[in-house]
């Protein structure tokens, strides 16, 4: 499976922005839907967007409108750009591949990075 790598991740105010890359080694790394989810404390990993090989886009509700997904295959990296952040977006953010277009689901995605830890101050 494809061996995924966060980073970017860091401090930031509330209203700040960041950019976390996903970095993805092999040669089918555009056959995979990629997908970021994020885990707070004590709370259960939930879905935040995904990008499929077409391009098309998925956003949690409470990231619409704030989040951008992208990727580059050329340079096998899957980007997430986070604007207007809020103390809430707190969390370890996770990027993660799947075979299965279309979905939310974290059964649904087989190979996911170690996380990068995003902190939103107020």
């Known amino acids: 499976q494809v061996q995924l790598v966060e980073s970017g991740g860091g401090l930031v105010q509330a209203g700040g922005s960041l950019r976390l890359s996903c970095a993805g080694s092999?040669?089918?790394?555009?056959?995979?839907?990629m997908g970021w989810f994020r885990q707070a404390p004590g709370k259960e990993r939930e879905f935040v967007a995904t990008?499929?090989?077409?391009?098309?886009?998925d956003y949690a509700d409470s990231v619409k409108g704030r989040f951008t997904i992208s990727r580059d295959n050329a340079k096998n990296t899957v980007y997430l750009q986070m604007n207007s952040l809020k103390p809430e977006d707190t969390a370890v953010y996770y990027c993660?591949?799947?075979?299965?277009?279309?979905?939310?689901?974290?059964?649904?995605?087989?190979?996911w990075g170690q996380g990068t830890q995003v902190t939103v101050s107020s």
């Open positions: 092999g040669r089918t790394f555009s056959l995979y839907a």
């Open positions: 993660a591949a799947s075979r299965r277009f279309g979905s939310r689901e974290r059964a649904d995605f087989s190979s």
């Open positions: 990008i499929e090989w077409s391009a098309s886009t």
